[in-house]
């Protein structure tokens, strides 16, 4: 075991080289007690996890060692990569993340490893895999391995107050969110340690010593009973529950144009049966009236408008030269075109905004309609990544819609006319309507060449808005108490909060490859985070 591993930490370390990156893996499994002499039998594999870090990363690490011939694959998927290495079967779960602060350093550079406490405690969790329907191999096998394996920890394990359950409870969080995603991955319906039926342990624990049997039993106790892990499982089994119509929505509307004047087809979609609420400059879906939280995020997406067969920007999008789809008022398609990018370039940019040229130029188009034109572009909601057309902010409704549908009692406007200089929040009725409210959450997009690094991110402030403290420390602490990953930035211009910054206001952001774009990648894992913390701040902000 011990030269499998430093094998693995010698390749590591030249890949990270050639690189230049700074991968990190984590060991975790049998291993770990095994290593520690807290048991006997030896592992019949090696587990690997990952610190937080670019997904591509992983996927080029695995690449690099399956190049080398000393790495045969035995089982390969998206998420699981089996290689026999060294003779030995080494299991890397591209899922399964955790951040340093709960992990241990090993004697090998970049290799970390689980505490025998967090070890313990995940073989324990394990038997309500083991014990579903789910589990695609001997269940009776392998439930006599792990309850051999947990009594022998108990016996020469000696510092028991390290396994009080409420010392790791934010571990468990974390670790919730990782078995969640695997769950997602391979199709489960539900959240196993939610459904678990403890009853289904008597059979295996009947002749085990009595005071591990009641630590066993009242782990489960208090998985149930402690709020903030139920909350969170109970969050996971409707997501699970409503995947389908979750990927139906990302769908239907992430490619759905919305230019700014246009957006009131795509509000009345997603927004169908919740509105309660319409302004010029917004629309509201007003679900509780008790609530201090206000969440907005602006539909309007930039692209062409085509005058007179002529088209022109609405933003700032950045054009390429190929096949552009042309929409009708109300976002039906119309047919596709090839236009060529007109630079302009001899003009100087107010010149260019005064003399209105256009900046495409296209195959003939009807010159008594006026329609909107984006870049052709094919949508695909994977396991892993979402790739759509122009993220921004597409997902950010979608992320409220999936809170209001299926998740929270919330209250949300999606706002019109963010991208010409934030129109839609001047209107008199709208700002009325949000100084009822004492939070304001935005919700936007924001490029980010690390945008496969897990994490939402936290506009602390930007050219035209100032920083507040108050806020900011609220929204972090949240994060902190979820052990969720976060990233602070200052933003590159103006948001819909812009106009409300004297309130308790703050943006969120999903991070992605590209905005304003003809090709947008964000991380389906980012999607729920976004949304998991949503639902926080709604039920927590008062």
């Not at 342990?201 to 208090?222: E, M, R, S």
Request: proline share 3%; glycine share 4%.
């Amino acid at each position: 075991m011990t030269e499998t591993i430093k094998i693995i930490a010698a390749y590591l370390q030249e890949f990270n080289k050639k690189e230049g990156l700074n991968l990190r893996i984590f060991l975790k499994g049998s291993y770990i007690h095994w290593s520690k002499k807290l048991i006997e039998r030896v592992p019949n594999d090696l587990d690997f996890g990952f610190l937080n870090g670019p997904l591509i990363w992983r996927q080029k690490f695995i690449t690099f060692l399956l190049a080398e011939k000393f790495a045969v694959p035995i089982r390969v998927d998206e998420n699981l990569k089996i290689l026999k290495i060294n003779n030995i079967n080494v299991e890397f779960i591209l899922l399964e993340t955790i951040p340093e602060e709960f992990l241990e350093k090993t004697e090998w550079e970049n290799i970390w490893k689980t505490s025998v406490e967090s070890a313990f405690f995940k073989k324990i969790l394990m038997m309500t895999y083991v014990l579903d329907d789910v589990y695609p191999h001997n269940s009776h096998q392998k439930m006599t391995s792990i309850i051999a394996d947990l009594v022998m920890f108990w016996n020469k394990f000696r510092n028991k107050n390290l396994l009080e359950y409420s010392l790791h409870k934010k571990e468990f969080l974390v670790g919730s969110w990782n078995s969640f995603f695997i769950y997602l991955y391979y199709n489960y319906d539900r959240m196993l340690e939610i459904h678990f039926d403890v009853k289904k342990l008597d059979k295996y624990l009947a002749n085990v010593l009595p005071d591990l049997k009641d630590f066993i039993y009242g782990f489960f106790d208090y998985v149930k009973n402690t709020k903030s892990i139920y909350d969170l499982g109970m969050f996971f089994d409707k997501i699970q529950k409503n995947i389908a119509k979750i990927n139906k929505s990302l769908t239907d509307f992430l490619n759905f144009p919305s230019l700014t004047g246009f957006e009131e087809p795509f509000i009345k979609k997603i927004l169908i049966g919740k509105i309660t609420k319409s302004t010029k400059g917004g629309t509201f879906s007003l679900n509780n009236p008790k609530k201090n939280t206000l969440f907005i995020a602006h539909t309007d997406e930039v692209g062409g408008i085509v005058i007179n067969g002529e088209v022109f920007n609405q933003g700032s999008p950045y054009w390429e030269s190929g096949i552009f789809e042309v929409f009708d008022k109300n976002g039906e398609k119309t047919g596709q075109i090839s236009c060529q990018k007109a630079d302009n370039l001899i003009f100087s940019d107010e010149k260019q905004r005064k003399i209105n040229r256009p900046n495409l130029v296209c195959e003939k188009i009807d010159q008594k309609e006026i329609y909107q034109i984006l870049p052709k572009n094919k949508l695909n909601v994977a396991k892993f990544v979402i790739w759509a057309r122009n993220h921004d902010n597409k997902i950010s409704n979608l992320v409220l819609k999936t809170l209001v549908d299926f998740i929270s009692d919330a209250n949300i406007v999606l706002t019109t006319k963010e991208e010409i200089q934030l129109q839609g929040t001047k209107d008199k009725e709208l700002i009325q309507e949000v100084e009822n409210y004492k939070f304001l959450i935005n919700l936007d997009v924001s490029e980010d060449e690390n945008w496969d690094v897990e994490g939402v991110k936290i506009r602390v402030a930007d050219p035209f808005m100032a920083y507040n403290s108050d806020i900011y420390e609220k929204v972090k602490n949240l994060f902190n108490e979820n052990g969720l990953e976060f990233r602070p930035f200052f933003g590159s211009g103006s948001t819909d909060i812009t106009n409300f910054q004297n309130k308790n206001a703050i943006t969120l952001s999903i991070p992605a490859s590209k905005i304003h774009s003809n090709e947008s990648k964000i991380l389906l894992k980012n999607f729920f985070y976004l949304l998991w913390i949503c639902k926080e701040i709604n039920d927590k902000f008062h």
